[in-house]
């Protein structure tokens, strides 16, 4: 997959941030001395790491450079490295590892989480925010029209382009036993929108990303048009002329005891 946009994904910056400061909320640690931003994109996240704890160590890691160097220019202060969340360790246990809208797109959930549970420091929280939306208009369209020919071909197999969340059961089952608290929730975020077009615009910035990046010209302006076409069928007007896109993300905070 080709390396992600900053200038696309800040576009939302504020919709998109939204669920990141819900997360943070819920997170229970009041002076941290270690933070890790796992996923760190363009440092939206970070920069609400920075104004809580303030006192902290906030590091920023993202597999996408150029992501890192959006979030370098943004927050001066803080460190940002290159890495896979599917294999990253730290240096040093943080206090807390958050991960806003990045683990659904890393695999094998019930090996990554306990292990990223582990790296904590005694007391430790992971606090994780991830989009729920497989099953949208928004997501199934992409699926649908990815399985169609001429894209079926250059695209491959369009249901492994994000990982299968487990779902609040079984993410409780599966951090549960090893958490001495956690906190679970599911939100559906509501977000008026001023056309397809603007719908389509969100979901390129992310979602859709792997489904087009595989695409050389013409296959890419036609998937795109043949996808705003089902974005248009499948969100209707509302009563002041927007279309209202609903936008399911799931939360999870699990903390460690302190012994």
């Not at 790491?49 to 370098?72: C, H, K, T, Y």
């Not at 990815?146 to 071909?153: G, L, S, T, V």
């Amino acid at each position: 997959m080709k390396d992600w946009n900053p200038d696309l994904y800040r576009r939302f910056e504020d919709e998109r941030t939204r669920p990141a400061r819900d997360l943070l909320a819920r997170v229970p640690l009041q002076a941290p001395r270690r933070v890790v931003d796992l996923g760190c994109g363009p440092g939206n996240s970070a920069e609400l790491l920075v104004q809580r704890f303030p006192d902290a160590e906030v590091i920023g890691i993202d597999s996408s450079a150029a992501m890192l160097e959006s979030a370098r220019e943004r927050l001066p202060g803080c460190r940002f490295e290159l890495a896979d969340i599917a294999d990253w360790t730290p240096q040093d246990a943080p206090d807390l590892i958050y991960a806003n809208a990045s683990l659904q797109w890393v695999g094998d959930h019930e090996r990554l989480l306990p292990r990223l549970l582990g790296l904590l420091a005694p007391g430790g929280v992971l606090a994780v925010q991830m989009p729920d939306n497989r099953d949208e208009p928004t997501h199934r369209a992409m699926r649908e029209l990815a399985a169609q020919p001429p894209f079926a071909a250059l695209i491959g197999d369009a249901s492994r382009l994000r990982t299968e969340l487990l779902g609040l059961d079984g993410y409780y089952d599966l951090l549960a036993p090893i958490s001495a608290s956690l906190d679970l929730w599911r939100t559906a975020y509501q977000h008026p929108m001023d056309s397809a077009s603007r719908i389509v615009e969100w979901v390129r910035g992310t979602g859709l990303k792997p489904f087009v990046d595989p695409l050389p010209e013409p296959e890419r302006t036609q998937f795109l048009a043949d996808y705003e076409q089902r974005i248009a069928s499948s969100y209707p007007q509302r009563a002041d002329g927007r279309l209202l896109l609903a936008f399911p993300r799931l939360f999870f905070v699990a903390s460690l005891s302190t012994a």
